[in-house]
């Protein structure tokens, strides 16, 4: 069993940078798809970034041109390098691994961490 744990968060002035990374316990190359979600009080869950791995990304509009994720498989890590934050930006982030076996998807989640945004 894969266990992920989310690091990096903190709290940070308007228009700074923080980097996120989800270290696992195992190989992250039986990862089909390594994604950042986050969630804000009182919202959904909500996609943030997802790199496949063949390496293609996609990202939430909101975070477009702020945001990149990468992963590293050799050091078992994935990582959200986030500049220009934006006190909205403020939320939970939890790291997400997901693997295809067959037809189904299976979801690995990290325990999250908190980052904060102050305007």
């Known amino acids: 069993q894969v266990q992920l744990v989310e690091s990096g968060g903190g709290l940070v002035q308007a228009g700074g940078s923080l980097r996120l990374s989800c270290a696992a316990s195992?190989?992250?190359?039986?990862?089909?798809?390594m994604g950042w979600y986050r969630q804000a009080p009182g919202k959904q869950r909500e996609l943030v970034a997802a790199i496949a791995i063949g390496g293609t990304t996609n990202y939430a509009d909101s975070v477009k041109g702020r945001f990149t994720i990468s992963r590293d498989n050799a050091k078992k890590t994935a990582y959200l390098q986030m500049n220009s934050l934006k006190p909205e930006d403020t939320a939970v982030y939890y790291c997400?691994?997901?693997?295809?076996?067959?037809?189904?998807?299976?979801?690995?989640w990290g325990q999250g961490t908190q980052v904060t945004v102050s305007s």
């Open positions: 997400n691994g997901r693997r295809l076996r067959v037809t189904t998807w299976y979801d690995y």
């Open positions: 195992g190989s992250i190359c039986s990862f089909n798809v």
